[in-house]
């Protein structure tokens, strides 16, 4: 089975740009989260979905950002106007209500670079 | 306020040894605990889980514990190889769906 697919993988652009995330999630999982990871901060939750339902965006910095799940295998991350401070490690994961482990699988990351 | 504490400095071992890590936590009650792992320029991947009313858990060469009065969970490599070198994250979960994550111990086996 194919695990969480994000991408790009890497993007760079200049302040005020848009920036558009994807994220494809494990078949047949109901939940769907989006982290940020900085040196500064860790990981941090900023949104997660649940039958791709938004359920909690408590994290989600600011109205710049903006999440979507339009169906269950595709979900976007939106930034727009960019800033340099958004610039961190970008993660999708994925769970299934239906493992009593509670474990998330992530994505391999977006790195963001805002200039 | 509250907290998830990762020592920030990289244990260095030598392979064939037992690496402990700890993760302390203050004004929470989690109902379980995760370890993971993250490689550089990898997502985390799930290790372990430990609930609330388990004291100790094991799988293969790691095994963890979790202490809710002293709100601590240590983290153990048995006989450490290179290949176990990597940051090692605790996740706490704090509501339904809601994990909050320390910052991560590296750890480095040296040969």
């Known amino acids: 089975d194919a695990g969480v697919i994000q991408s790009p993988r890497h993007e760079v652009t200049e302040m005020g740009q848009e920036v558009t995330l994807r994220c494809k999630p494990i078949?047949?999982?109901?939940?769907l989260f989006w982290y940020r990871q900085t040196m500064m901060r860790g990981l941090e939750l900023l949104i997660y979905?649940?039958?791709?339902?938004?359920?909690?965006d408590s994290g989600m910095p600011e109205d710049r950002f903006s999440a979507k799940m339009p169906n269950a295998s595709f979900s976007t991350l939106k930034i727009q106007p960019s800033e340099p401070r958004d610039s961190a490690v970008y993660f999708c994961?994925?769970?299934?209500?239906?493992?009593?482990?509670?474990?998330?699988?992530f994505g391999e990351g977006s790195r963001l670079t805002v200039l | 306020s509250q907290k998830i504490e990762q020592n920030s400095e990289a244990l260095n071992i030598q392979e064939g040894k037992t690496a402990t890590l700890t993760c302390n936590y203050t004004n929470y009650s989690p109902a379980y605990l995760q370890w993971y792992r993250q490689d550089p320029g990898r997502g985390p991947v799930f290790l372990l889980l430990?609930?609330?009313?388990?004291k100790e858990k094991r799988k293969e060469r790691l095994k963890v514990t979790f202490d809710t009065t002293l709100k601590q969970s240590l983290f153990h490599i048995t006989a450490s190889q290179p290949a176990d070198s990597a940051t090692y994250l605790c996740?706490?979960?704090?509501?339904?769906?809601?994990?909050?994550f320390g910052k991560g111990n590296q750890v480095v086996v040296i040969p």
């Open positions: 994961a994925s769970s299934s209500s239906s493992r009593d482990t509670g474990e998330l699988f």
């Open positions: 430990i609930r609330e009313n388990e």
């Open positions: 078949s047949g999982h109901n939940s």
């Open positions: 979905f649940n039958n791709n339902v938004p359920i909690d």
């Open positions: 996740a706490l979960a704090i509501r339904v769906n809601r994990l909050a």
